[in-house]
């Protein structure tokens, strides 16, 4: 079975009706999707409103905050042997 791409303006109209009181079982009826599908689609919605960042966005900050704290792991040791 083929994955069917949904515009995201229908994505948003399914949605809206669900926060409406819709529910998932008749909007899947009504509009096709699967009840899954939707499903997905509000538990995405609602990542993407509560700001929650990418997997990938977070691996990058983790790489930047670990250089970051070598460099100052060095510039500590640097600093010490200097007040020595």
Do not use: C, D, V
């Amino acid at each position: 079975m083929s994955k069917a791409n949904y515009s995201t303006e229908l994505k948003e109209h399914i949605l809206y009706e669900h926060a409406a009181g819709e529910t998932t079982s008749a909007l899947a009826r009504k509009y096709k999707p699967s009840a899954t599908a939707i499903r997905n689609w509000k538990r995405q919605a609602k990542l993407k409103a509560s700001g929650a960042e990418s997997g990938e966005s977070k691996n990058q900050q983790l790489r930047q905050l670990k250089r970051l704290n070598e460099q100052l792991k060095q510039e500590n040791s640097f600093l010490k042997k200097a007040a020595a």
